[in-house]
């Protein structure tokens, strides 16, 4: 088979995708390979794509949106999101998916009783959640610090604020979807308010994995159940396998390895 898999970003050093997907492929007998791509202008992702040769891909931030412009065919809930972070090559045309959502979604099955959501961020894994809570009728509003990118929410018929606009309130679940904390050690939102709004809320959620966020250690000195994003890492991953082999192999066992190679970091 010897097909040649990536994951584009920028950052994208930190990534554990390669880990799960080689270590799948290894036990599952697949000579294949999953590599890492910096990429810095995004308009050249598609040119890249192809002359690497690669057979599919996962986008990570900032580039989830400007792939979903170069795709020349989209599936599912991405057309609703805008926005992609799996892309295959089907006879020299780019086939672009959201497992973001479905992913996220899987993950945060285990807390109950959730009607309503803060996403903090407005990029393209905010939409996927968004969109996601939305189908599930959870009512969700966007906290952005500016103003250009909630257009997208609000004419979607989300509740969308940008900092200097928003008025605290309670929600069930706190998601943020900003990089914050991912290379450094600061908050998603100024820490005062974001303090009083953990306080107020039954869960929260980031989605930075493998890493105990500043955001997180709110939650953990507050006592309120939380959870990174390495869940939603590893349910968007194993969609993604699949979708990279047309649903071939056996999604449980999929899962399991991607479950063992997880184990290998800690």
């Not at 890249?48 to 400007?66: M, Q, S």
Request: aromatic share 12%; with cysteine; proline share 3%.
């Amino acid at each position: 088979m010897n097909k040649l898999f990536t994951i584009f970003g920028n950052p994208v050093s930190h990534s554990i995708s390669p880990l799960l997907h080689n270590f799948t492929m290894k036990s599952l007998g697949i000579d294949s390979c999953y590599t890492r791509t910096h990429l810095q202008d995004g308009n050249k992702f598609k040119d890249i794509f192809f002359k690497n040769g690669f057979e599919g891909a996962n986008i990570t931030v900032p580039f989830k949106e400007v792939a979903f412009e170069q795709c020349d065919e989209i599936k599912g809930i991405a057309n609703n999101i805008k926005a992609v972070n799996t892309v295959i090559r089907q006879h020299d045309k780019l086939i672009g998916y959201n497992t973001d959502a479905p992913g996220f979604f899987e993950s945060i099955k285990e807390f109950e009783g959730i009607n309503s959501a803060l996403i903090l961020g407005a990029g393209g894994t905010a939409k996927a959640i968004a969109n996601i809570l939305k189908a599930n009728k959870i009512k969700c509003t966007i906290l952005n610090r500016s103003k250009p990118r909630l257009e997208y929410f609000i004419k979607n018929g989300f509740k969308a604020y940008s900092w200097d606009t928003f008025k605290i309130d309670d929600f069930d679940i706190i998601i943020n979807t900003t990089s914050a904390g991912l290379n450094d050690n600061n908050m998603p939102l100024e820490e005062k308010l974001l303090t009083n709004l953990v306080k107020n809320t039954k869960y929260c959620v980031d989605v930075i994995y493998n890493k105990q966020t500043p955001f997180l250690k709110i939650a953990k000195e507050l006592n309120k159940p939380y959870k990174d994003g390495s869940d939603m890492l590893l349910y968007q991953a194993v969609l993604a396998f699949e979708i990279f082999f047309n649903n071939k192999y056996n999604k449980d066992n999929i899962e399991k390895y991607m479950r063992k190679a997880f184990k290998l970091l800690l």
